[in-house]
């Protein structure tokens, strides 16, 4: 009990923080993820000259913060950057990040997405693409969330979610789990926007 307390009183903690950044540096979009192992991913961005360039922040505790920025082309973000981390028990450049997002409809069909490459500096390169889709305005929907770490192979991640929309002062909250197509540990997800 007292670990959940705990855990509680953390998530609560990061949430102001997040919410207090998020105002100060005036983000278009914030939110935090939680999974089950207890990680937790913190993100803010916002267009830094309207619909051209993009900047997006975000953060693991006790791990990486990092950013990239770069243009917005129609649907399509792309942004490089970097990470910081304590890959060697000292704060140190870990990764030189490339992303791309985009977001738009194939007929009935909502295809939104991210794609990180992270070439490693100390550290192994990590790859992430994770899909969401949903049919018309169903708030059911499948989300594919695959990693790939160093010389492992992926680890591909495949199920469903359901997006709860706006609740109160998130501007969107998101449920997904999913199974593990390798046959390793299912994932989860919490998606908070604020």
Not at 17 to 26: E, F, M, R, Y
Request: hydrophobic content about 45%; glycine content about 10%.
């Amino acid at each position: 009990m007292e670990e959940i307390v705990k855990n509680l009183k953390q998530l609560f903690l990061l949430l102001i923080t997040l919410l207090i950044i998020s105002n100060i540096a005036n983000a278009q979009y914030a939110g935090i993820e939680m999974y089950p192992k207890g990680d937790i991913f913190l993100y803010a961005g916002k267009d830094i000259v309207p619909d051209r360039i993009k900047v997006d922040l975000w953060a693991t505790p006790n791990s990486e913060i990092a950013f990239s920025v770069g243009p917005k082309v129609g649907p399509f973000a792309f942004g490089l950057g970097l990470s910081m981390g304590v890959p060697k028990d000292k704060v140190d450049l870990t990764y030189i990040n490339a992303d791309l997002g985009f977001g738009f409809d194939l007929g009935a069909v909502h295809w939104q997405s991210y794609n990180l490459y992270q070439a490693g500096q100390n550290v192994d390169d990590f790859i992430l693409a994770r899909q969401w889709l949903s049919y018309n305005d169903s708030p059911l929907g499948i989300v594919g969330h695959n990693i790939k770490c160093g010389a492992d192979d992926w680890q591909l991640n495949w199920g469903i979610y359901y997006d709860f929309g706006e609740i109160s002062l998130l501007s969107e909250s998101k449920f997904g789990i999913t199974a593990d197509l390798n046959g390793g540990t299912p994932w989860a997800v919490l998606v908070l926007g604020l």
